[in-house]
């Protein structure tokens, strides 16, 4: 069966008004898919980025409207020189191979994450890849790089101080609005579904503040093997929640019971 064929079958299987607007990624298990086989951890990682590939096409079809991936944390540095130049290295052929394919299936590329310590050739691709797209009003790719939740919400929590401090802001307006608007996903809905391969049970200092109210998928495929059956699982199980978002009665269930 056609990859495209799948996903229209796929797509009738769910309630489309309860697909989640926004999916958040994190894709674990590159490694351990590599051991596993006895191959070099690079392996794992390329065959990391071909599941990449099938996620997002799986997003347009799904009519996802935001698809986040967490491609490079702030910690990754701390990784092997040889290991981190091998995702580099991926990470420029993935912009320079597929940068094309997404422009044309109207997708645009984010990037969120700390951009002053990278060097000139990486800020450069990222840039390329989110002028490039910038007037598509398709899906929204948002690639987490060199990003870490806890550093993003210390650089809003020192914007907000400066501001105080030069009498712009006063202590008693800062507030979770003040916080949302200076993170780097201030333009950004916070993601209704957060789905997370090879088992593991924790964000692993990703979307901290964004993921309050997010419900959470964790699969115990590991992520070079992620596919589009696996994408629908998840959707499906988020289909059968209920958000309530503190309320003691979901907007869903309410709706029904009127």
Not at 24 to 49: C, K, S, T, Y
């Amino acid at each position: 069966m056609a990859e495209g064929d799948f996903l229209e079958m796929a797509t009738t299987t769910l309630d489309i008004r309860i697909v989640p607007r926004h999916v958040a990624l994190i894709m674990d298990g590159n490694g351990r898919w590599a051991a596993a086989r006895g191959l070099p951890r690079f392996e794992g990682h390329r065959r990391g980025v071909e599941a990449l590939r099938r996620a997002v096409r799986a997003a347009i079809e799904l009519r996802i409207s935001y698809l986040t991936v967490y491609s490079f944390s702030a910690e990754n540095w701390s990784r092997p020189r040889e290991e981190v130049q091998s995702l580099l290295g991926l990470l420029h052929r993935f912009i320079r191979n597929d940068l094309s394919e997404l422009h044309e299936n109207n997708v645009r590329v984010r990037v969120i994450g700390a951009r002053e310590d990278l060097a000139p050739e990486i800020l450069a691709l990222l840039k390329e890849a989110e002028q490039v797209t910038a007037a598509n009003t398709g899906l929204t790719l948002v690639v987490a790089f060199n990003y870490g939740a806890r550093q993003e919400i210390a650089a809003a929590a020192r914007a907000l101080a400066e501001m105080v401090a030069e009498g712009r802001l006063a202590p008693h307006e800062i507030d979770a609005d003040a916080i949302s608007a200076r993170l780097d996903t201030a333009d950004i809905p916070d993601p209704d579904l957060i789905i997370r391969t090879s088992g593991e049970q924790r964000l692993s200092n990703f979307l901290l503040w964004q993921a309050a109210y997010a419900e959470f998928v964790f699969l115990p495929i590991l992520w070079p093997d992620f596919d589009q059956a696996a994408m629908v699982a998840a959707l499906e199980e988020y289909a059968h929640r209920e958000r309530r978002f503190g309320r003691v009665e979901s907007p869903r269930s309410a709706k029904t019971a009127s």
